[in-house]
């Protein structure tokens, strides 16, 4: 069962624009939420980043199947190393 990426965005993030261009281009798939659009979703970000609409947050859910993990602006290391787990 391969690995999950769910990516909370927002159009005018800069920094999720890079970790998007960085996961095409290592051919790592992920399914992208914009909470602008989603108010249930901004929540959601809102609660794992301490009251902050913090994006891009993901929700990884790593090949092995183990527990899901919830990343804040992380690297493309650091979501390669999640999956992997």
């Known amino acids: 069962m391969p690995g999950t990426v769910t990516?909370?965005?927002?159009?005018?993030?800069?920094?999720?624009?890079?970790?998007?261009?960085?996961?095409?281009?290592?051919?790592?798939?992920y399914d992208e939420i914009n909470i602008e659009q989603d108010p249930q979703s901004a929540?959601?970000?809102?609660?794992?980043?301490?009251?902050?609409?913090?994006v891009p947050t993901l929700i990884v859910r790593p090949t092995g199947g183990g527990a899901d993990v919830v990343m804040t602006n992380p690297s493309l290391a650091q979501v390669k190393q999640a999956l992997a787990s």
């Open 43 to 54: 929540k959601f970000v809102e609660e794992a980043n301490g009251g902050n609409q913090t």
């Open 7 to 29: 990516m909370y965005s927002t159009t005018w993030c800069g920094y999720c624009q890079r970790l998007k261009s960085q996961l095409t281009r290592e051919g790592i798939g």
